[in-house]
């Protein structure tokens, strides 16, 4: 890239007049952020096999910043032939670069509540075209003394659940609490199976912990009603989320969730869903990621 730049600079600043030098220097930068962004920074992990993922730590985020930095040094050198440097940083390729940078020094516990905090309608895709709904009770309670607040779910039914199958039908519901701090404490519950039927029901309760000083507004439930499959991966229904935040102030709800094929995640989210896919060596971080991409296949 330097040699390619070393090169192709010294025509723009010396053939190139400045009503048509500058918009290409601007673009030129932009598409040199989209490159880093897509190559290195938040690469597609859906098209990488797992063994080609390439952690970038939080050193190495800051080595990329730093590059960033030397790079820029080619758009605002050549004595004002060039841009000013803080038109490079008020970007906004430029500013969220250096965002999604910053975040790769944060650790998994934060990154995900920020992710929990600021997500937007992750069932927006069950509101679209709905697979089904569960009915479910969820309480909150804070004992007195106690170094943990109590969070009891209960999976009452599914009904109008939407699948296809030559097999038996066998549905379930999983639900897995996700938040910061749930390293070494269990996260994942199950309902048991019910057979041939679309509208099974469960009444079945979890009691789940939250340790202090965690606080429940930071967590949220994810639902994912399942086939059971004997001696294969069992096939997701639908999936459904619940943030705590919306129980906390009444301490106890009663709700009908619709289910998705899939979960919505806005572009920051998916920025931290990223982030987390490259540390391959952090169980709660790569179950977080397997959690968020949940996709339903159709059986052919």
């Not at 800051?62 to 008020?90: A, D, H, I, P, W």
């Not at 509208?199 to 202090?212: A, D, G, Q, V, W």
């Not at 931290?272 to 052919?300: C, G, P, Y």
């Amino acid at each position: 890239m330097i040699e390619y730049f070393d090169g192709v600079f010294h025509k723009f600043v010396n053939n190139c007049y400045e009503p048509v030098r500058k918009p290409l220097l601007r673009q030129t930068w932009r598409k040199t952020l989209k490159m880093f962004e897509e190559i290195i920074i938040l690469p597609d992990i859906k098209t990488l096999a797992q063994e080609d993922v390439q952690e970038l730590n939080s050193k190495q985020s800051q080595v990329v910043e730093n590059m960033l930095n030397g790079l820029k040094v080619y758009f605002t050198e050549n004595s004002g032939k060039c841009l000013k440097s803080k038109t490079l940083e008020r970007m906004q390729e430029m500013q969220d670069l250096k965002k999604v940078l910053s975040q790769y020094r944060l650790t998994t516990d934060t990154l995900i509540k920020n992710f929990v905090t600021q997500a937007d309608n992750q069932n927006r895709f069950a509101e679209e075209e709905s697979q089904g709904e569960i009915q479910l009770q969820v309480d909150l309670f804070t004992p007195p003394g106690q170094e943990h607040h109590d969070c009891t779910v209960k999976i009452v039914s599914a009904s109008r659940l939407h699948w296809n199958t030559t097999k038996m039908f066998r549905p379930f519901v999983e639900v897995n609490l996700i938040g910061p701090g749930t390293s070494g404490v269990k996260r994942k519950y199950q309902t048991g199976t019910k057979n041939k039927t679309y509208s099974p029901l469960f009444n079945e309760s979890f009691h789940l912990k939250i340790m202090k000083p965690n606080d429940p507004i930071d967590y949220e439930l994810q639902f994912s009603v399942k086939d059971w499959c004997i001696m294969k991966t069992d096939l997701l229904v639908g999936v459904a989320v619940m943030p705590l935040r919306q129980v906390v102030e009444t301490g106890s709800i009663q709700d009908r969730l619709d289910l998705g094929r899939s979960l919505y995640l806005t572009k920051e989210n998916k920025s931290i869903v990223i982030i987390l896919s490259q540390r391959v060596h952090d169980e709660v971080a790569q179950e977080f990621v397997k959690l968020k991409k949940l996709e339903r296949t159709e059986i052919v």
